[in-house]
């Protein structure tokens, strides 16, 4: 059922985004930054966003939105200009041909994902979908249903902060659309060409995008993952009420409540280090959490990569990975009687511009968890499972997809 979405609403949900995004689907800072300015004046004409579900979603048509980049790199944005501009000009189009653009849809679950849309949609009198490509955020779009649905990718728009435009066009070698392998094969191309210009000078590290335009029917059939909008809000809010304090209280939660398995995949720890380089529209990085109580000097660590969002983690102790895509890597920070730390943080959250832990989260008791993948990113041989392999495998794991309930469960497991 379509409800509506005030200021207020868009902290709860930033926050569940954050803790949905393995890691990435951008920092808690830059979602912040821009509901900061969020408010009904020169920019915004409205300070609310109607949300609606996909079968709601039938008076017009709809494009996926978002921002892409650096999370670091986006840190800065105020407005969300470049998202903004890229619908403008899929807004456009459509009304050159005709047609009526009425809907925007996140890309992903992410702190960044869902706010950016619905930011977006506040700004051109649109209504967000309630539902992304993936249930959690990913590095490239091969990964998304979207792709993986054969939606023709064209028009796509790739913008600059500062308005600079870029339109991406792969003309099929047959037909108006191509045929379903080359919509598969388009998704990879667009993503190859548009990273290295967004790591031009004139983009700075991010761009906003917009592509995957959508009709009621198409969008039922390429957005099979939903709900996730209202999932991530529901987390922020009971994050926010204090009903999740410890990772045991989030594990509960996710079953009862999202009917989602999660598993502890390493004992509760602090941050030991991290290190994270900035190139090509990526953040690059590993984040090792040390176990706390009861190991001396020898205490075994746990030990997460990424490339802007949570792909693989292996522990000191096992001679087998602890998590890997496209299951999710998520952070969670006890929270203590009396504490109103923040619980959760993507990997662009937890360092310091000059690469230090950020004190908010430095020495804090943190837990991470492997969330089990929706079903349809784990199909054998789909684009999607075999996108997300591809990208563990440059981390240094050569071996198949394995679950992470499988992985938690192998003898000599941690």
């Known amino acids: 059922m379509a409800y509506v979405l005030n ?27 821009l509901v900061s300015h969020f408010e009904k004046g020169a920019y915004y004409p409205a300070d609310h966003v109607r949300v609606v579900t996909v079968d709601e979603a039938t008076e017009g048509e709809s494009v996926m939105v978002a921002y892409m980049g650096a999370p ?23 009304a050159s041909q005709g047609r009526k653009l009425t809907y925007v849809v996140p890309p992903e ?10 930011l977006v949609a506040a700004k051109l009198g649109l209504a967000v979908v309630d539902g992304d490509g993936a249930g959690r955020a990913v590095p490239s779009l091969p990964m998304l249903t979207f792709a993986a649905r054969h939606v023709d990718p064209r028009p796509a728009f790739l913008v600059s902060q500062d308005g600079l435009s870029v339109e991406l066009d792969v003309t ?27 790591a031009a000078p004139e983009f700075n590290e991010f761009g906003g995008l917009a592509m995957w335009v959508m009709t009621p029917q198409t969008l039922h059939h ?18 926010l009420l204090g009903e999740l304090r410890r990772a045991d209280d989030v594990v509960k939660y996710l079953q009862q409540r999202s009917h989602l398995r999660a598993l502890p995949l390493f004992e509760t720890g602090v941050i030991d280090s991290a290190k994270v380089d900035t190139t090509g529209g990526f953040d ?9 109580q009861g190991h001396g000097a020898e205490a075994p660590t746990a030990t997460v990569l990424y490339q802007n969002e949570s792909l693989l983690a292996w522990s000191s102790r096992a001679s087998h990975p602890l998590c890997m895509a496209p299951d999710s890597i998520a952070y969670f920070f006890d929270v203590g009687p009396d504490d109103q730390g923040q619980a959760v ?19 804090r008791p943190v837990t991470v968890l492997g969330l089990a993948a929706n079903p349809l990113l784990r199909v054998p041989n789909g684009l999607i499972l075999d996108s997300f392999m591809a990208q563990v495998t440059t981390l240094g794991y050569r071996g198949p997809y394995v679950p992470v309930e499988v992985l938690m469960s192998a003898k000599g497991g941690v």
């Not at 902290?11 to 979602?31: H, K, M, N, R, W």
């Not at 679950?109 to 619905?118: N, P, Q, R």
């Not at 990997?347 to 989260?361: Q, R």
């Open 222 to 239: 390429a957005l099979p993952i939903t709900g996730t909008l209202s999932r991530a809000l529901d987390f922020g809010r009971a994050l």
């Open 109 to 118: 679950s992410g702190a960044l994902g869902f706010t950016v849309a619905c």
């Open 284 to 292: 690059l990085g590993t984040v090792v959490i040390r176990a706390a």
């Open 72 to 94: 670091e790199a986006i840190d800065s944005a105020a407005y969300p200009i470049g998202p903004v501009m890229a619908v403008e000009n899929v807004l456009k189009r459509l």
């Open 7 to 33: 200021r207020a609403d868009l902290e709860p949900l930033l926050l569940g985004g954050c803790f949905f995004g393995s890691g990435g689907g951008g920092t808690v800072v830059s979602a912040r930054s």
């Open 345 to 363: 943080a993507s990997n662009g959250d937890l360092l310091n511009p000059d690469g230090s832990i950020n004190p908010a989260f430095k020495d």
């Open 172 to 198: 099929p070698r047959k037909g108006s659309g191509g045929d379903r392998q080359h919509q598969e094969d388009v998704s990879v191309i667009v993503e190859q060409m548009m990273r290295p210009i967004v």
